[in-house]
């Protein structure tokens, strides 16, 4: 059975386990990182050097990185289907998931951190900074949903498994955050799957 390392309130985990819900991929999840230890053993250094999660071994085959994983699992089981095979729709959903690792995922940590995981932490400066950036790419997104169903395109796929555990973070802060209509309409889809068991979790 495919296993995969990871915490689950981990929003870099639960891409792939979205991923594996939709897919309805048998998995068996083992918790690793921050509290549970685990990624600075040898035994895991060896499958992923980074000491971070996830990781996946699938009947051997081991790989790291969350997107990497996400449109491997959609590749090796949907091809067509979550892992679009005409190669501009494809390009289209991948430049969405590398926006998401590059450019969406940091300033909602620095909104997370003192919000959820660390009170206490940042500066108001870098709060305020950090939530303009934030509204500014959700906008973006909200403009793609306004032309699109899914951010990977007409159907659910690789790059909405992605975006989902981020806009789930984001909808869930404790905090005021400007109307998005097609995006929001997008989140309650997404919360309306059954693959989004892995994200009812608080944010912690
Ligand atoms: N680019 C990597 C980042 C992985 C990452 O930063 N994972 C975090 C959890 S979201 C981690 O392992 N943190 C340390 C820990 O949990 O011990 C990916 O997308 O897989």
Redesign the pocket.
Known sequence: MLRIW??SN????QKPLVALEELGIPYERIDA??AFGV?NTPEYRALNP?G???TIDDDGFVL????SIVRYLCASRSPGGMWPTDAKVRAQAERWMDWQ?TTLLAPINVLFLPLVRAPGTGDPKSFDAARATCERNFGELDALLARQPFVTGDAFGMADCTMAPVAHRWFNLPMERQPRPHLEAWYAGVRARPSSKVLELPLS
């Open positions: 990871g915490r981990s929003l870099n985990v990182g921050l990624v980074n971070l999660v996830p790291w990185e969350s997107n690792l």
